[in-house]
């Protein structure tokens, strides 16, 4: 049990834990790919490295690109994403009960963090559209520190916020973020709604798989002490 008035700190991925944005991210990388005149990659493909930087991602999808041509693929799909984000049927739609959870744990004096394979302008958007920026106090993106499952972003937030492994909770979808959290000390819970399948969260360390959002706040309370 972490010590009274400790501070707690919950840090969610975003993608695939907060926000359902497969659609736009698997279209987009189609696009990408198109731009430069190469057979796009299997929608199954692209949802099994969303999570990651988009450098990775991209090589870890064409692991036969060279170096130029896979910046060309980058290039090309932060323009398309950046358009694709104008239109104004542009949706990241919040998974069910997303919202809800993150007041209520806001309100029981959790400090909450964001740590995403995102860039931060990215990031911004998504929290923006959705009135959510100033519920978080420290966000982490890839376009600015070394993406999952390297534990950087991770540190980088618990140091912002003030907090201890021990009083650190990293919510996420991905064996990435189960990953980035045994590599940084801290308890991974994982969500069974993404983009990873429950077993191989498991297999990388999540200490529980969520099948709601209702569940989290009891779970944080149990794990990191009751409400203040």
Same mark, same amino acid.
């Given at each position: 049990?972490?010590?009274?008035?400790?501070?707690?700190?919950? /840090?969610?991925?975003?993608?695939?834990?907060?926000?359902?944005?497969?659609?736009?991210? /698997? $279209?987009?990388?189609?696009?990408?790919?198109?731009?430069?005149?190469?057979?796009?990659?299997?929608?199954?493909? /692209?949802?099994?490295?969303?999570?990651?930087?988009?450098?990775? +991602?991209?090589?870890?999808?064409?692991?036969?690109?060279?170096?130029?041509?896979?910046?060309? /693929?980058? $290039?090309?799909?932060?323009?398309?994403?950046?358009? @694709?984000?104008?239109?104004?049927?542009?949706?990241?739609?919040?998974?069910?009960?997303? @919202?809800?959870?993150?007041?209520?744990?806001? $309100?029981?004096?959790?400090?909450?963090?964001?740590?995403? #394979?995102? +860039?931060?302008?990215?990031?911004?958007?998504?929290? #923006? &559209?959705?009135?959510?920026? +100033?519920?978080?106090?420290?966000?982490?993106?890839?376009? @600015?520190?070394?993406?999952?499952?390297?534990?950087?972003?991770?540190?980088?937030?618990?140091?912002?916020? #003030?907090?201890?492994?021990?009083?650190?909770?990293?919510?996420?979808?991905?064996?990435?973020?189960?990953?980035?959290?045994?590599?940084?000390?801290?308890?991974?819970?994982?969500?069974?709604?993404?983009?990873?399948?429950?077993?191989?969260?498991? &297999?990388?360390?999540?200490?529980?798989?969520?099948?709601?959002?209702?569940?989290? $706040?009891?779970? +944080?309370?149990?794990?990191?002490?009751?409400?203040?």
């Amino acid at each position: 049990m972490p010590r009274e008035n400790a501070t707690r700190l919950v /840090v969610f991925d975003c993608d695939g834990t907060l926000v359902d944005s497969q659609h736009h991210i /698997v $279209a987009t990388m189609e696009e990408a790919f198109a731009a430069i005149g190469q057979a796009p990659p299997a929608p199954a493909r /692209v949802r099994h490295v969303i999570g990651l930087s988009l450098g990775e +991602a991209i090589a870890q999808l064409w692991p036969e690109g060279g170096a130029e041509d896979l910046a060309r /693929v980058e $290039a090309a799909y932060r323009a398309a994403f950046f358009a @694709r984000r104008q239109r104004p049927d542009h949706d990241e739609p919040l998974y069910q009960g997303a @919202r809800e959870c993150i007041e209520l744990l806001d $309100a029981r004096g959790y400090l909450l963090g964001i740590a995403t #394979g995102k +860039a931060r302008r990215g990031l911004d958007a998504t929290l #923006g &559209r959705h009135g959510l920026l +100033a519920r978080f106090v420290t966000l982490q993106t890839a376009d @600015r520190a070394p993406g999952k499952p390297d534990p950087t972003m991770l540190e980088w937030a618990m140091r912002e916020a #003030g907090a201890e492994p021990s009083t650190t909770l990293l919510i996420g979808d991905t064996s990435y973020d189960m990953e980035m959290a045994r590599n940084a000390r801290v308890t991974a819970i994982g969500v069974s709604w993404g983009y990873h399948p429950p077993e191989v969260l498991a &297999r990388y360390g999540a200490h529980a798989v969520l099948d709601s959002f209702d569940a989290l $706040a009891p779970l +944080a309370d149990d794990l990191l002490g009751g409400a203040r």
